[in-house]
């Protein structure tokens, strides 16, 4: 798995669950030079790549090209599969190459509907990753604490619970439940689906 910081991993999760798979906004506290360190790397990386941005549609922009147009960034595939994020389809732009970004240009203005009508595409944890390892572990009988998870994942805390709210319930869908337990701390549990 490719490293990633904390900061570039809050980017491409922030991405990952907008329907357009738009990058930007970036978090608040993430603007100029600093902004620039945690992007460029991930453009050379693959992870986001730079595309049109529709303005019509009110995309922001990442910054202005010469000839007037302005370019956003959008979570590739290997993006979202950094994230243990499997894409059934991937929507235009976010294939990784320039070609997605010719079909956009090639393709009639009625047949393309907005960025916000379109659905994002179906989702599913990819085996053998940290996230599906999680999953595994909050299918137990006993759970896991974040602790735990924490111990065998490697993850900081704040990503294990950030994993949980944002991967597992919001683009996965899954139930997480918690409850405390004497002498082990707060419990978290997938119930059965």
Known sequence: MTNLTDTQL???????????????????NLKGGAAHKVVHPLIEKGLLEEVDADRRLGEPVWRETGDGHGVTLAITRSGLAALGIEADSAPQGTDGGDDAAEASDAAPEAESPPAAATEAPARKARSGTKQAALIDMLRTPDGATIAEIAAASGWQAHTVRGAMAGALKKKLGLDVTSEKVEGRGRVYRLTAP
Not at 10 to 21: E, P
């Open 10 to 28: 809050i980017v491409l999760n922030a991405a990952a669950q907008r329907a357009t798979l738009i990058a930007l906004p970036l978090p608040p």
